[in-house]
């Protein structure tokens, strides 16, 4: 049935003081976890929290799951679905300029600019692009 995570069983509960967080018990899901390396683990986190059988399947998690056991050489398609996507400032500034861009074509169409947004949080990180001319005055 989509819209149901299949994986629910293995949701927790960690309390801390008097806060609690849910959070998906992956080494339970067999001992392959164990020898994922940590990037796959990252894929497999989004696929099981993500899982509706929908948009990410469970066949998606098993994929993710027995990646080493030559699954990857089949040219296998993983679902992720990032909770936020970080922007360089050499890249992300176009990406930033496209979406102002956007906005701009959407009201002069006299439609919503305020519609034109990402589908995941973004934040756009200015590393070394900023200037000082005044420090310490």
């Not at 609690?20 to 018990?25: G, Q, R, V």
């Not at 050499?90 to 589908?119: E, Q, S, W, Y």
């Amino acid at each position: 049935m989509a819209g149901t995570n299949p994986f629910q069983k293995y949701l927790k509960t960690l309390t801390v003081g008097s806060k609690e967080f849910k959070y998906f018990d992956l080494p339970a899901l067999g001992s392959q976890y164990d020898k994922l390396p940590y990037s796959i683990r990252v894929l497999l986190e989004s696929a099981v929290r993500n899982c509706d059988n929908f948009q990410v399947r469970e066949s998606d998690v098993d994929n993710v799951l027995n990646w080493n056991q030559g699954k990857a050489a089949e040219g296998v398609e993983i679902a992720f679905k990032p909770a936020r996507v970080i922007l360089q400032d050499l890249t992300g500034v176009a990406a930033v300029v496209d979406f102002a861009a956007m906005r701009d074509a959407v009201k002069v169409l006299g439609g919503n600019p305020d519609k034109i947004n990402p589908i995941c949080p973004s934040d756009l990180v200015i590393d070394h692009s900023v200037q000082a001319d005044f420090v310490r005055s």
